[in-house]
């Protein structure tokens, strides 16, 4: 009977957070736990990065943490899909105001050593299924050490500087998407390449945002 069933159920998909096999694209345990965090997010008990808005899908913990890890290093596009979708069914995306989707760049040398930018397929997913064009108007200047071998001071003066907008973009608001924001140096830096571009106004999205600040 087993069997038969397996034949005939088309094939198990996997939580987009934490991976597991079921039938549901988010778990009912990660799908509360977005819940929550969303709940927190708007409470404003969660300081997010003074100065920007970012928005977050989940804290930089558990389950979603080693499938970002995943992301990163196993090249799927499956993932981040999976986790486009999952941004867009916990609704935490601005629904308008927003009209072009670009994403942190990646330095050409790191690029053509790894083959994809993780920021850019979840970027690129996320405008489709926001119905929005997506277009890397981000160039990284210069090559950096990866910020997690850095503590957060060095962190922000690895990054000051490091971005440059490709175009102009007076009058564009814009969505900006990374894996994850530790510190928020990054996003902070591109942000303001975007804003010396012209651009009207900046949202930050990240699957991922980190709450202890002491981890740099
Ligand atoms: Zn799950």
Known sequence: MKWLLELLLPPRARCAICGKPGQASVCTPCTA??????????TGLVKLLGQ????????????????????????????????AQAFARAEVL???????????????ARYLERGYNQAELLGKELAAVQKLPF??????????????TLGRSARARNVAG?????????GRR????????????????????LRQANALDVV??????????SQG
Do not use: W
């Not at 277009?135 to 997690?148: E, G, M």
């Open 33 to 42: 736990d977005i819940a929550a965090f969303q709940r927190l997010q708007s």
């Open 52 to 83: 920007g808005k970012v928005l977050a899908l989940l804290p930089y913990e558990g389950a979603v943490r080693r499938r970002i890890h995943r992301l990163k290093f196993a090249n799927s596009p499956a993932i981040a899909r999976a986790l």
């Open 94 to 108: 601005p629904t308008c105001g927003v009209d072009l989707v670009t994403a942190v760049p990646m330095h050409r």
């Open 135 to 148: 277009r890397q108007v981000l160039l990284r200047t210069r090559s950096t050490p990866p910020q997690n």
């Open 162 to 170: 490091a971005f440059t907008a490709s175009e102009n973009l007076t």
């Open 174 to 193: 814009i969505l900006l998407v990374d894996d994850v924001c530790t510190t928020g140096s990054t996003v902070i830096a591109c942000a303001e390449a």
């Open 204 to 213: 930050i999205a990240v699957v991922a945002i980190s709450l202890t600040r």
